[in-house]
Structures are given as C-alpha cells and as structure tokens.
C-alpha cells in the first residue's frame, strides 16, 4: 500500500497544504509556472510552505551536496514483464516517489521485454504531454536499449510478426509515429538499479 503524502502548492489556483495529489492537481492544473512539491510527513510539508519555494530549494540543493543521489521529485518510472522471449507482455508508469499507478497496458503476445520498454517510455511521454504542468517531468527507465530507441525514433525490434502481435505492431507503429511528429521536454534518466535497488516501475516477476 502507498504511504501518505503531502503536497504542498506554493503557487496554484489556491495556495496551501493538501492531503491528496487529486487536491494537488486541481490547483496547479492550466495554471502558469506553478509551483508544488510533495513530501513525507506534515512537518517536512508545513516547513517547506512557510520557507517559500526559493529558501526550500536552496535549502535542499545545499542538503543534496552532502547526501547520497536519490530519485528526481515528482518523477515517472517506467517498467515492462514478458514471461518468454517473445512471451506474454505488459507494460506499466507509476509515480517514482510512491509507486501509485499512472497506466498499464497488456498483456501482448508474441512480445519482447524491449519492444515493452520503449512502448512503455513513449506512452509516458504522450501521457505527460497531455497534462498541464507535466510536460517536463522526468521519466525513469532501466533500459538503455529503449532510450536509443525512443532518441532515434524507431524500434529497432528483430521482432517477427505473427497472427498474435498484429496489434503490438500497431502500437510500435504508433509510437514512432508519435516520437517523430512531437516534441517533448521530458528528460528520460537511466535507473540505477545498482545503487538503488529495482525500478518502482518493477513487476517483481525476475
């Protein structure tokens, strides 16, 4: 179960601390150069509002230095499972600070982990581009294979067609499609799986 947290909207339709990212959203959704955060606890949240953005940021640059790297706030993480090679796949976004969900799609047959992966970072990045202030959210993948893929704009799957990937084939085309005809500010980042442990994004399946 997600923990509890905290957002706090330093400038939004309504300024203020609130309980739930839905709340969130409603303030600083068509609003320009919001600014919100989320947090923990409701001290960390009631300081940091009282701070103002500018001294909260400070603050935490300057903590930043000294502390070990830690994921981007309000960031996306990305993951796809297939069981085989190709096999049965799925793909899914989640927030990267709390693993709640954002999409999932599948399963797909006659699928490959890779082809999930870059269908799973361009669907974040449409998913993004679509929402007031998201477009430049950062996007977590473990994939270096599906970033080349969506910096080239193309998924350079081996992949074979069947009668059971027809629609996966669709999709990839799609997505293509999409990455060459939009632009995006999104700033997709290698997951260290090393040094932190699996994606949130992960379907626990390895």
């Known amino acids: ?7 706090v909207v330093w400038e939004g339709h309504e300024p203020g601390i609130y309980d739930s990212w839905k709340e969130c959203q409603l303030q600083v959704a068509n609003y320009p150069r919001a600014k919100f955060k989320s947090f923990k606890t409701r001290k960390e949240a009631e ?3 009282s701070s103002g953005p500018e001294k909260y940021r400070a603050k935490e640059k300057a903590r930043k230095m000294l502390k070990k790297p830690e994921p981007e ?3 996306i993480a990305v993951d ?3 069981s085989g090679n190709p096999g ?4 899914r976004g989640v927030w990267a600070e ?3 969900p954002l999409f999932h799609m599948g399963p797909f047959y006659d699928a490959t982990n890779n082809v999930g992966e870059f269908l799973a970072l361009v669907h974040a990045l449409a998913f993004l581009k679509k929402h007031p202030n998201m477009e430049s959210l950062p996007i977590y993948t473990d994939s270096k294979i599906a970033m080349n893929w969506v910096k080239n704009k193309h998924c350079k799957t081996k992949l074979k067609r069947t009668p059971k990937n027809r629609v996966l084939f669709d999709l990839i085309a799609r997505a293509e499609k999409w990455l060459k005809t939009n632009n995006y500010k999104n700033h997709i980042i290698k997951w260290p799986t ?3 442990g699996e994606i949130p994004a992960d ?3 390895k």
């Not at 179960?1 to 905290?6: G, L, V």
């Not at 049965?88 to 793909?91: D, S, T």
């Open 1 to 7: 179960m997600a923990s509890k947290k905290f957002y």
């Open 47 to 49: 300081d940091a509002y």
């Open 73 to 75: 706030p309000m960031s």
């Open 80 to 82: 796809a499972a297939c």
């Open 88 to 91: 049965k796949m799925e793909y």
């Open 98 to 100: 709390n693993g709640d």
């Open 194 to 196: 090393k040094e932190w």
């Open 203 to 205: 379907f626990g399946r």
